[in-house]
């Protein structure tokens, strides 16, 4: 199995992924879909979380792909970015959807 397959394994297995059709998902973007996938979810399954995190580590090598800092949008690519980063020993930031009004 690749990574992308144990991935998609892993959040279906925990059910992070859902599909609804009638009413559909409401993003935050606002786009209305029939998927949705709780990027949250997986942070409290140990394993799992450590295999995704390994097949996102194993994609950058493989790819050869240089930089300097992780980000993470928030809220819930903060703790995947913060994972890969202490991974990596790389710096980390993340990035809010909108700037902060003061």
Avoid: H
Wanted: hydrophobic residues 45%.
């Amino acid at each position: 199995m690749n990574q992308e397959e144990i991935v998609a394994k892993i959040l279906l297995d925990i059910k992070a992924v859902q599909v609804r059709v009638n009413p559909p998902f409401t993003w935050n973007t606002g786009l209305l879909a029939p998927i949705y996938c709780d990027n949250r979810l997986p942070i409290s399954y140990l394993k799992e979380r450590n295999l995704i995190i390994e097949g996102l580590k194993e994609k950058i090598i493989q790819n050869n792909l240089q930089f300097d800092v992780i980000a993470g949008t928030a809220t819930a690519g903060i703790p995947w970015a913060s994972f890969l980063a202490l991974e990596l020993n790389k710096p980390m930031v993340y990035v809010r959807s909108q700037p902060k009004d003061y």
